[in-house]
């Protein structure tokens, strides 16, 4: 894979020189998304090595870790990650930028290595909401080649328009706190008093705050047999289509490349590939049946919609980004803002979610709070490295 060049753009690439975007380049993200092995760290790949957090020696979060690290780093103006569960939301978080994650079909997946079919989508990542607005309007569109998007009725939004200062005056915010320390990938990655500081501001700023929200279905023991045999279903075709020259069809062979090349492509091992691989006829498991309308019924139904429902909120405010799981089993957007640094130097968020297709009331939610706070900083990349050259000594 390290040699191969796509034959075409990605839809959402089209879009971008379209629009007179200038594709810089690639950057280095989790491999194959997190799907390969169940301790590589995050940001991390054979090719690339491991991707390190502008902000110092914290978690870069993942998968699309590269993507949000450039940005951070003002390597570019803005990126494009993608997410099956958490993995813009992540990275945006830890490196103190804002990461888009949108409705599952508001954006078209065509050409982007597919992972799930029910959870994939590309989504921006920038250092403001605006810029990340911006980007949003371009990606966002109907893709005849992708059946999700088709449930996006609309031709095209200016994201834009909904940049309100005094967009948090009114809005109806829930606050959700139900989350015990184990959903967090460390104890590090939850501040109270900056997540109590960002509460303050929604209501100093005239939105209508219910906390202490219940999501009924948050803490239920959920499992992860629809994603994997998705994976197994997705990057399976995905192999096979790849060109003949390459020394991979299948996922199979891909473990077998892996092990004979084990000293550079098998670091963190590849648990997870391997359990992947020898699932069969993946798409009519009747776990894989069963877990896809339950996962749609607890999300949904019993998680962010009841919410929205039973308070009547235009959005829900979850502290980091723990609430990426839910919204990606239940398709829905979220986005993440910047709310502030630890006595450490790691970066702080927050994450805004909603219905789906609400990402307009999401963005003018968080332009807002943006706006009103103005938390990020820029990263001090001259002193981070002379520390590493000096440990190098």
């Not at 990938?185 to 700023?205: H, I, M, P, W």
């Not at 075709?237 to 060109?243: A, D, G, K, R, V």
């Not at 691989?277 to 993946?282: D, E, G, N, R, T």
């Amino acid at each position: 894979m390290e040699h191969h060049v796509s034959s075409r753009d990605a839809f959402l690439v089209q879009k971008l020189r379209n629009s007179g975007a200038i594709i810089l380049g690639k950057t280095n993200m989790t491999e194959w998304a997190n799907g390969m092995s169940s301790t590589m760290w995050a940001g991390y790949s054979s090719i690339g090595g491991l991707t390190k957090n502008p902000y110092g020696d914290h978690f870069p979060g993942g998968s699309s870790t590269g993507s949000a690290a450039a940005v951070a780093a003002n390597f570019t103006t803005v990126a494009v990650g993608t997410e099956t569960s958490g993995s813009i939301l992540s990275p945006a978080v830890q490196n103190a930028i804002v990461g888009i994650k949108p409705t599952v079909g508001l954006i078209s997946r065509s050409g982007i290595i597919p992972w799930s079919c029910s959870q994939d989508t590309a989504g921006p990542m920038a250092r403001t909401v605006t810029d990340a607005a911006i980007l949003l309007s371009v990606l966002a569109g109907k893709d005849e080649d992708d059946p999700a998007t088709w449930r996006n009725t609309q031709s095209s939004i200016d994201y834009a328009a909904f940049l309100d200062e005094e967009g948090l005056c009114g809005a109806a915010i829930g606050v959700f706190r139900g989350a015990p320390l184990a959903k967090y990938r460390d104890n590090g990655e939850y501040d109270e008093q900056l997540f109590n500081d960002a509460v303050s501001t929604l209501k100093e700023s005239g939105a209508i705050v219910i906390d202490h929200i219940e999501i009924p279905s948050f803490n239920r023991e959920w499992e992860y047999n629809k994603t994997s045999h998705e994976f197994a279903h997705s990057v399976e075709h995905y192999l096979q289509s790849l060109p003949a020259h390459l020394p991979v069809h299948s996922l199979n062979e891909l473990a077998k490349w892996n092990e004979q090349n084990a000293d550079k492509a098998l670091k963190y091992g590849q648990d997870a590939l391997e359990v992947r691989s020898q699932l069969k006829q993946p798409l009519k498991s009747q776990k894989y049946i069963l877990e896809s309308v339950t996962d749609l019924y607890y999300s949904q139904n019993k998680g962010i919609d009841y919410a929205l429902d039973k308070y009547g909120l235009d959005a829900i405010l979850f502290p980091s980004y723990v609430g990426a799981d839910l919204c990606a089993r239940a398709g829905y957007p979220s986005i993440a803002v910047p709310a502030g640094f630890q006595e450490n130097g790691r970066a702080f968020g927050i994450t805004f979610a909603g219905a789906g297709f609400s990402e307009s009331t999401l963005i003018r939610i968080a332009f807002s709070f943006e706006q009103k706070t103005k938390h990020r900083t820029m990263p001090n990349l001259a002193f981070r490295m002379s520390s590493e050259l000096a440990s190098d000594l």
